[in-house]
C-alpha cells in the first residue's frame, strides 16, 4: 500500500508539472464520462431504481393476456375490476391482490385557486398490499371500497402535501373538491412514493369505489364490465411460493371464468410476472429498452473517441519521457514496476476525469428534467441521482483509466534503452510508436466520422418529421382544452354548454367554424371495442379494437381530411376542444 501511494503522489506530481496535457485529457474523458452518466441515470430510474415498497422481490403483477385483440403493444393488459374481486377471492398463492387505474385528471379545488393534479383509483388493499407507511393520517379502510360513491376520502402524495398545504400536520381531516365532489383527507402519502411506475405517478389517491361521481359517464363499465380490462395488480406472494405455483394458481381460475362469462372473458388467460417488471407496461417497456440501448451505445461511442484521445496524447507524452524511463530501465527498475507507475498515471486521470465528468453528468440530469412538460411536471418520475449512479461513474473511470492507458504503458515500458542514452532523435527512435499513434489517430477519425454521420442522419430526420405533411390542417387552428366531467356538468347540461360555447365561438371575429372532438389527432387514446353493423360478434369479446374519436360536424372537411366513402361535412376551418372520455385501455 505504500508503493501505491507513493505510485499515486508521483503520478499528480507529473500530472501538475504538464497541466497543458492533464487538463486536456481530463476534459476529454469527463465530457464522455458525463454523457454516460446521463444516460445511465435516466435508465437507471426506468429499470433499475428498487421500488419505494416492502419487499418488492415478492410483489408480482397479475395480467390478461388475450389471444384475440392484441394491440400494438402487444397481447398483456391490465384486468377488469370484477376479474380482479374474484381473482382476489378464489386464489390461494396471495396474501392479497390490489389493483389501481391509470392517473386520472381530475380538477382539485382547495382555498386557493383550482389546479389540474392526477389520481389513482385504488382498492382499500392498496398501500397494505405494497407495504407502505403513511407519513401522516391513515391509509383506505376496507369499509371505504365497498359500496359506490359512500366514502369520499384521499390519500395525497407528499409532494401535493407539500406543495398545497405547506406541509402541515392540520392537513389531516381537511375537505378538498375534486371535480367539485368534497373529500376529505385521511392520509398523506410517504415522500418519494409516487405509485409502482417508473415513469409518471399520481398526486392522489381514491378508493376505486368513488369512480362513478368522479367519473360518471365511464364509471359503470370500469366497476361492473369485465370486458373493460382498466386495473393494473400487484399481489404479494405467501411465504414459499413461487411465482410458477401463483401462474398456475391463477390460470385455473381465469378458465374457470372463462366458462363463467363466456362473453367478455373468452379468449383471455393470464400470466404472472415480477412487480418490478411492470413499472412500465410490458408492451413499451421492450421499446423503452431498445431506445436506452441505442442511447448508451452512442454515448460510449463519444467515450471510445475520448479515450482514443487521450492514448494518444499519452504515446505522444511517453515518446518525450523516453530518457527518463531509460535511466530507469538502466537503475534497474523492471517492466511491470514501470507499467504500474504508468498505468496508475492514467488511472489517477481517469478518477480527476470521473470527478468531473459526474458533475457533467449531474448538469446534464437537471437539463434532461428541465425539458419535461410543465403541466405534469409534479408527475413525473425524479430523475435521481443514487448509488447506483455512483458505482457506475466510479467503475466507468477506472475501465476508462486502464482501457487507455494500457497501451501506452506497454508501448513506453519497451524503451531503447541505448538509443535513448545516446540521445538518439526523437523520430528515429519512435517510428513504431508513431505508426500505433497513426492508427489511434485513424481509429478516431472513423469513429467521428460516423458519430458525426449519425448526428446528421438523425437531425435530418427531425427536420423532415417537421416537415412532413400530417394530412390535415394545422397552422389556422386554435385548440381549448376542457373536461366537462371536472367542473360537475352532467349530460343534459354537458349537451347544452357544447352548443352554447360552438355558437359563441363562431361569433368571434377571424373564426370560420367552430367543432368538438374527444382527442385530437395522433394522440393517445382508449381502446374501445366496435361491430360492424350486420356482422356483430357473437361474443363481445370477439370484436375488435380500435382507438374512437367521437367528433362533431364537418371535423373531416375543416382539418382537411379526405373522406374516402361517404360524407363529411360543410365546415371548413375548425377550433378543436377535446373533453376525454376513457374507456378501456391507453393505445
Known sequence: MDTIWQDVRYSIRTLVRTPAFTVAAIVSLALGIGANTTIFTLLNTLFLNPLPVARPSELVAVLTVASRNATQFGNLLPLSYPNLKDFRERNSVLADLAGYSPPLPLSLTTAREPQRVFAQLVTASYFDVL??????????????NRTPGTHPVAVIGHGLWQRRFGRRPDAIG??????????????????????????????????????????????????????????????????????????????????ALEQEYPGPNAGRNV????????????????????????LMTIVGLVLLIACSNVANLLLARAAARRQEIAMRIALGATRVRLMRQLVTESLVLGTAAGALGFVFGIWGRDLLWSARPAVVANNFVELKIDTHVLVFTLILSLVTGVVFGIVPALRASRADLVGALKLEPLFAASRRRLSLA?????????LSLVSLITAALFLRSLQRAHAVDLGYETGSVAVVSVNLAQGGYDEVRGRQFARDVRDRVALVPGISAVSWSTNLPLWANLYRRISIEGQEPTRPADAPLAVVVTVDLDYFKVLGLGVTRGRGGPISRIVIIPSRAPDTLWG
Open 131 to 144: 407495504g407502505v407507511r403513511p407519513a401522516a393520517g391513515r391509509f383506505f379502510m376496507p369499509d371505504e
Open 174 to 255: 381537511l375537505t378538498i373538491e375534486l371535480n367539485r365532489l368534497t373529500f376529505t383527507i385521511v392520509g398523506v402519502a410517504p415522500e418519494g412514493f409516487k405509485g409502482v411506475t417508473s415513469m409518471f405517478g399520481p398526486d392522489l389517491w381514491v378508493p376505486a369505489m368513488m369512480s362513478p361521481p368522479l367519473q360518471p359517464r365511464q364509471a359503470g363499465s370500469w366497476l361492473d364490465e369485465r370486458a373493460a380490462v382498466v386495473f393494473s395488480t400487484a399481489g404479494r406472494l405467501k411465504p414459499g411460493v413461487t411465482i410458477a405455483q401463483a401462474e398456475a394458481n391463477l390460470k385455473t381460475i381465469a378458465r
Open 271 to 294: 400470466t404472472v410476472m415480477p412487480l418490478t417488471e411492470t413499472t412500465i407496461f410490458p408492451g413499451m417497456r421492450g421499446m423503452l429498452m431498445l431506445a436506452g440501448g441505442v
Open 438 to 446: 497513426n492508427a489511434l489517430v485513424v481509429g478516431q477519425v472513423a
